[in-house]
């Protein structure tokens, strides 16, 4: 008999207008890594939501250790030695790392008084074993997603759970992170646990995991040995259709710059330095510019500099042949008065830049992305809702809205209960993402800023996502791409500039490195010489 530490049986979870969950079984052999696969929206979620005791069944039955046994809550869960890391972290922004870890399993004396620094020792040695390098100090506010991240894995690992739950725990971490994720997660097995790993990443699923089931709308396609199959079939399964795993694309054809970055700094007050130092690029129409690097190096800083979510210290942001009339969506230039100039974006606004010619898909979905708790259809016109086509004279025009949203959520496969009236907390991050890549995509600017574009997405959504890129490159427009996926760095980058401690230490042809030499970049263990970057004289007399 099969040595099952959990058995989901016939699992079947709905929703209002979608069956999440349709007649689903899973087995977790005890001492295993058991991947489960799926495209966005397929139910891996829900399934483990149900495990956890987020959500409670319609139908089937839970066995631990071959007894039936019932999860209403979280709390049933953790008592069963069941825990979660969430891919939308369950953090409180205004407490700090270590007040998040011991949040609900707070270490009292017998009067009730709290003794946090009873633990930090040994959440300390957890950081150490498991190689994360955290400040428990610094409130969760001010961390990247990378460290939250490590602050929820830590808070299960504090809790001592031996039925683990990775819920696409790679999403915001960089290859060196996975990596020492991979190895800790080996190390938990040898110490007694078993984990349910839920990834997009078929790489990843190949390297670590034991078998895995593959859910596609809800049900389940079956149960493979990692060792009798391969990335090809896996992908098979999930999308029911071959997958082109690296785009098909031509020879790039650079054209005039798009947009000009001149001694760019960015300080940092929760650092209190400089996170991104005197950088200068450009990005050029029908090329696909990445930023590569470890997380940390200012490249979010650099984003957000460029985009207005941050105020940069010193340097100029310039966006070349603005049209002025674009400048005011509200009315249209007359035939014969298009003025096109210069625009130095560090003297106007995050909706100015939009309406200048700017489409931002940023890294963090929730924080700069959506309004959770509004609909999809007034999500996909957040930064348009004021122009003609979607307001008149300050009303707005709710019907072509909902035609807009449904055609986007069409064209984008995105997938939700209802539709564009879908509330977007609702939707699993796979389409909340696919929503945003939808938005900017569409608004067909002149620059794409791309961060992260196809994090949490399946491998049918990534290949679509990617030809869209590399149809707007071909279209003559300009792509910043900032990415931590080094294969999707080498698949689409036309020039990659790496950064390190906040400066370019190097700018490479994709097609003459190596992600080796790349490695060597964003270690700072190589740098290149002359990094200076000349730029042809602006007229200043054209900046606006």
Same mark, same amino acid.
């Given at each position: 008999?099969?040595?099952?530490?959990?058995?989901?049986?016939?699992?079947?979870?709905?929703?209002?207008?979608?069956?999440?969950?349709?007649?689903?079984?899973?087995?977790?052999?005890?001492?295993? /890594?058991?991947?489960?696969?799926?495209?966005?929206?397929?139910?891996?979620?829900?399934?483990?939501?149900?495990?956890?005791?987020?959500?409670?069944?319609?139908?089937?039955?839970?066995?631990?250790?071959?007894?039936?046994?019932?999860?209403?809550?979280?709390?049933?869960?953790?008592?069963?030695?069941?825990?979660?890391?969430?891919?939308?972290?369950?953090?409180?922004?205004?407490?700090?790392?270590?007040?998040?870890?011991?949040?609900?399993?707070?270490?009292?004396?017998?009067?009730?008084?709290?003794?946090?620094?009873?633990?930090?020792?040994?959440?300390?040695?957890?950081?150490?074993?498991?190689?994360?390098?955290?400040?428990?100090?610094?409130?969760?506010?001010?961390?990247?997603?990378?460290?939250?991240?490590?602050?929820?894995?830590?808070?299960?690992?504090?809790?001592?759970?031996?039925?683990?739950?990775?819920?696409?725990?790679?999403?915001?971490?960089?290859?060196?992170?996975?990596?020492?994720?991979?190895?800790?997660? &080996?190390?938990?097995?040898?110490?007694?646990?078993?984990?349910?790993? /839920?990834?997009?990443?078929?790489?990843?699923?190949?390297?670590?995991?034991?078998?895995?089931?593959?859910?596609?709308?809800?049900?389940?396609?079956?149960?493979?040995? /990692?060792?009798?199959?391969? #990335?090809?079939?896996?992908?098979?399964?999930?999308?029911?259709?071959?997958?082109?795993?690296?785009?098909?694309?031509?020879?790039?054809?650079?054209?005039?710059?798009?947009?000009?970055?001149?001694?760019?700094?960015?300080?940092?007050?929760?650092?209190?330095?400089?996170?991104?130092?005197?950088?200068?690029?450009?990005?050029?129409?029908?090329?696909?510019?990445?930023?590569?690097?470890?997380?940390?190096?200012?490249?979010?800083?650099?984003?957000?500099?460029?985009?207005?979510?941050?105020?940069?210290?010193?340097?100029?942001?310039?966006?070349?042949?603005?049209?002025?009339?674009?400048?005011?969506?509200?009315?249209?230039?007359?035939?014969?008065?298009?003025?096109?100039?210069?625009?130095?974006?560090?003297?106007?606004?995050?909706?100015?830049?939009?309406?200048?010619?700017?489409?931002?898909?940023?890294?963090?979905?929730?924080?700069?992305?959506?309004?959770?708790?509004?609909?999809?259809?007034?999500?996909?016109?957040?930064? +348009?809702?004021?122009?003609?086509?979607?307001?008149?004279?300050?009303?707005?025009? +709710?019907?072509?809205?909902? &035609?807009?949203?449904?055609?986007?959520?069409?064209?984008?496969?995105?997938?939700?209960?209802?539709?564009?009236?879908?509330?977007?907390?609702?939707?699993?991050?796979?389409?909340?993402?696919?929503?945003? #890549?939808?938005?900017?995509?569409?608004?067909?600017?002149?620059?794409?800023?791309?961060?992260?574009?196809?994090?949490?997405?399946?491998?049918?959504?990534?290949?679509?996502?990617?030809?869209?890129?590399?149809?707007?490159?071909?279209?003559?427009?300009?792509?910043?791409?900032?990415?931590?996926?080094?294969?999707?760095?080498?698949?689409?980058?036309?020039?990659?500039?790496?950064?390190?401690?906040?400066?370019?230490?190097?700018? #490479?042809?994709?097609?003459?490195?190596?992600?080796?030499?790349?490695?060597?970049?964003?270690?700072?263990?190589?740098?290149?010489?002359?990094?200076?970057?000349?730029?042809?004289?602006?007229?200043?007399?054209?900046?606006?």
């Amino acid at each position: 008999m099969e040595d099952y530490v959990i058995e989901m049986r016939h699992i079947t979870k709905e929703f209002p207008g979608i069956k999440a969950n349709d007649d689903v079984t899973i087995q977790l052999r005890r001492g295993e /890594i058991h991947a489960l696969l799926g495209e966005n929206g397929a139910g891996k979620s829900t399934l483990m939501s149900v495990l956890f005791g987020l959500y409670v069944a319609d139908k089937g039955d839970i066995y631990k250790d071959g007894k039936k046994v019932e999860i209403k809550n979280p709390n049933d869960a953790n008592r069963l030695g069941i825990g979660m890391v969430h891919q939308h972290f369950m953090l409180v922004e205004c407490f700090t790392g270590l007040e998040n870890i011991i949040l609900g399993a707070e270490p009292t004396d017998k009067l009730g008084f709290l003794h946090s620094k009873r633990v930090r020792s040994e959440i300390d040695e957890l950081c150490r074993k498991f190689k994360f390098d955290v400040d428990l100090d610094t409130k969760v506010s001010d961390m990247t997603v990378g460290m939250q991240q490590k602050i929820e894995i830590l808070k299960m690992l504090y809790r001592k759970n031996n039925i683990l739950i990775f819920d696409e725990p790679t999403a915001v971490l960089t290859p060196q992170e996975i990596d020492n994720l991979m190895t800790s997660m &080996k190390k938990l097995i040898k110490e007694g646990c078993s984990i349910i790993f /839920i990834s997009h990443k078929l790489k990843e699923i190949m390297a670590v995991a034991d078998c895995c089931t593959v859910l596609r709308k809800g049900k389940c396609m079956g149960t493979v040995n /990692i060792k009798d199959t391969n #990335v090809h079939a896996l992908s098979r399964m999930m999308v029911g259709r071959d997958v082109q795993l690296v785009i098909d694309k031509k020879e790039a054809k650079p054209g005039k710059s798009v947009l000009s970055v001149e001694n760019l700094s960015v300080h940092s007050p929760v650092k209190h330095k400089d996170v991104v130092k005197n950088v200068s690029f450009e990005c050029r129409a029908g090329e696909v510019t990445c930023i590569a690097g470890i997380e940390g190096n200012g490249q979010s800083e650099l984003v957000y500099g460029i985009s207005g979510l941050m105020p940069t210290s010193h340097g100029n942001i310039i966006l070349h042949d603005v049209d002025e009339a674009s400048l005011n969506k509200r009315h249209h230039a007359k035939d014969g008065e298009e003025h096109f100039a210069d625009l130095d974006l560090s003297k106007y606004s995050i909706r100015k830049r939009n309406m200048a010619g700017i489409s931002h898909i940023p890294e963090d979905r929730h924080k700069y992305g959506l309004i959770l708790d509004f609909d999809l259809k007034t999500n996909m016109v957040l930064q +348009r809702y004021f122009e003609p086509e979607f307001s008149n004279h300050g009303w707005i025009r +709710r019907k072509n809205i909902r &035609k807009y949203s449904d055609s986007l959520i069409k064209k984008f496969d995105v997938r939700s209960g209802k539709g564009s009236d879908s509330l977007v907390r609702s939707m699993s991050g796979g389409n909340q993402q696919k929503a945003i #890549v939808a938005r900017e995509i569409d608004r067909n600017t002149n620059l794409l800023i791309a961060v992260q574009p196809t994090r949490g997405l399946d491998v049918g959504a990534i290949e679509y996502i990617h030809k869209q890129i590399i149809a707007m490159r071909d279209a003559g427009k300009a792509v910043l791409l900032v990415s931590f996926e080094l294969d999707e760095v080498m698949n689409l980058s036309d020039r990659i500039l790496v950064m390190y401690e906040g400066e370019i230490v190097a700018d #490479v042809d994709p097609k003459r490195t190596n992600v080796q030499e790349l490695g060597l970049y964003m270690s700072g263990a190589k740098k290149m010489n002359n990094m200076k970057i000349k730029y042809s004289q602006i007229n200043k007399e054209k900046i606006l």
